[in-house]
Nanobody
Framework: QVQLVESGGGLVQAGGSLRLSCAAS????????MGWFRQAPGKEREFVAA????????YYADSVKGRFTINRDNAKNTVYLQMNSLKPEDTAVYYC???????????????WGQGTQVTVSS
């Protein structure tokens, strides 16, 4: 059974940084694509970033490009989202997701974590 467990959320001031982690277990993820999504109160869930586990290719939403970085640690089966220059509009619950996709995409994910709250104060 696939399990995705996020951690690293919290409260940070605008301009600060946080690193989210997503520990994956339950299968071999070598061909999978891992994604980060977020959902703010009253808004729909939106794509943030994705990485293909084997190729390392990445894809970012325009709203986070240049500020967020997604990477993975194969030995730890963990994907990270480094978030810098945080803004109040980045406040949301952040979710890790996985899918059997050959390249990073914004949809098509079928495994999801429980989410971790990120709050950016102004």
């Amino acid at each position: 059974q696939v399990q995705l467990v996020e951690s690293g959320g919290g409260l940070v001031q605008a301009g600060g940084s946080l690193r989210l982690s997503c520990a994956a277990s339950g299968r071999t993820f070598s061909s999978y694509t891992m994604g980060w999504f977020r959902q703010a109160p009253g808004k729909e869930r939106e794509f943030v970033a994705a990485i293909n586990w084997s190729s390392g290719s990445t894809y970012y939403a325009d709203s986070v490009k240049g500020r967020f970085t997604i990477n993975r640690d194969n030995a730890k089966n963990t994907v990270y989202l480094q978030m810098n220059s945080l803004k109040p509009e980045d406040t949301a619950v952040y979710y890790c997701a996985a899918a059997d996709l050959r390249s990073p995409q914004t949809s098509g994910y079928n495994y999801w974590g429980q989410g971790t709250q990120v709050t950016v104060s102004s």
